[in-house]
């Protein structure tokens, strides 16, 4: 009976070993979130050098010019600088004290966060970073999606709103259009200091057209949109990190970055679903008359609400940078 008993607490340890072991290796999947250099990414742009190409997702900042106050930019009008809270950056030479009050500086803004592994760069070299990270937190009234969503014909994660109390739609705001395909939220988020604003339409022409279209919905009374209990509005989970880095060729063809050694930007955005309450269950009886992934590309941008333009926007045309679905077994 003892020998059994044995046996039985050592198969119970083995059991839930591997158990945690699977548990935590699905769970790491699917927390993960899209990391790349820009390079490998050929749908993406990470910056204006990409104006022209429409058929791209784009991510805008001010990003390494940001960092070169005198530089000359033909977008001031379009951006913002992105605030201090969310970024750092180094413009010197790369030396032990540089850098590790560099990381000072980072760790403050950006709790626990690894060091940056700069390739092909030696002691003394100039460096030249931008580096922009946002996490958006999202208020309650929103979950992570039970369903998952296709866009561009790939099955990619979402977050999903559903209205359960009154004070749920005092941070949000919710616009439509249906005869003209046009979808929109405003989202006040950092005490209410900044406010974010997705949009999506079937037909929007170029993303500049877009971010006009996007402004004007919200600024109509008659689009105002109320979400009814028995309805739900999915958008796209976006977390991704992303870096690009210029070596000397690239640099090279561009004055405003003559001699460094290297420049770099970075951006890590995220938006965010409250913690508590987990997600929300399938229900069939939802109605999502509002979805922002299946009618048409979307753009996203995050404005101080003092200032009128924003600081960053970013048009998804490509799910490359959308979480990707976990695979089903």
């Known amino acids: 009976m003892r020998k059994l008993f044995i046996f039985f607490i050592a198969f119970w340890v083995s059991f839930m070993t591997i158990y945690s072991i699977y548990y935590y290796k699905v769970k790491s999947k699917l927390d993960q979130s899209v990391v790349a250099m820009a390079k490998d990414l050929p749908h993406t742009v990470l910056g204006f050098e990409g104006l022209a190409d429409s058929g791209k997702n784009m991510i805008f900042t001010e990003g390494l010019t940001q960092v070169i106050p005198s530089s ?37 803004k950006f709790q626990n966060h690894p060091p940056i592994e700069f390739k092909n760069i030696k002691d003394g070299d100039r460096l030249l970073l931008s580096y922009f990270f946002e996490n958006v ?17 790939k099955r990619v994660r979402a977050l999903q709103y559903h209205h359960q109390y009154i004070s749920d739609t005092g941070q949000v705001s919710f616009y439509k259009e249906d005869q003209g395909h046009q979808y929109a939220l405003k989202v006040k988020i950092n005490e209410g200091k900044e406010e974010l604003v997705m949009y999506s339409s079937k037909n929007w022409g170029t ?13 109509k009374a008659a689009a105002r949109y109320y979400p009814a209990k028995n309805e739900s509005v999915l958008i796209p989970e976006l977390d991704f990190s992303i870096a690009k880095d210029l070596d000397k ?24 679903a409250p913690k508590e ?49 976990a695979k089903q077994r």
């Open 72 to 108: 000359s930019k033909e977008y001031d009008s379009l951006l913002s600088p992105v605030p201090d809270a969310g970024f750092v950056s180094f413009n010197s030479a790369y030396t032990k004290d540089h850098i590790e009050k560099f990381y000072e500086g980072l760790v403050t």
């Open 277 to 325: 309450g987990g997600p929300l269950e399938a229900n069939k009886s939802y109605n999502t008359p509002i979805n922002f992934i299946m009618n048409g590309n979307v753009l996203v941008y995050i404005k101080e609400t003092n200032k009128n333009s924003p600081y960053c926007i970013i048009y998804i045309n490509d799910p490359e940078i959308l979480k990707p679905a």
């Open 249 to 272: 060729n690239e640099t090279g063809n561009n004055p405003l970055y003559n001699g460094y050694t290297l420049a770099e930007e970075r951006i890590k955005f995220k938006i965010s």
């Open 207 to 219: 993303w500049l057209q877009a971010k006009a279209k996007a402004d004007s919905i919200i600024n």
């Open 137 to 153: 937190h999202l208020p309650d009234g929103f979950r992570v999606s039970a369903d998952t969503v296709f866009f561009r014909e």
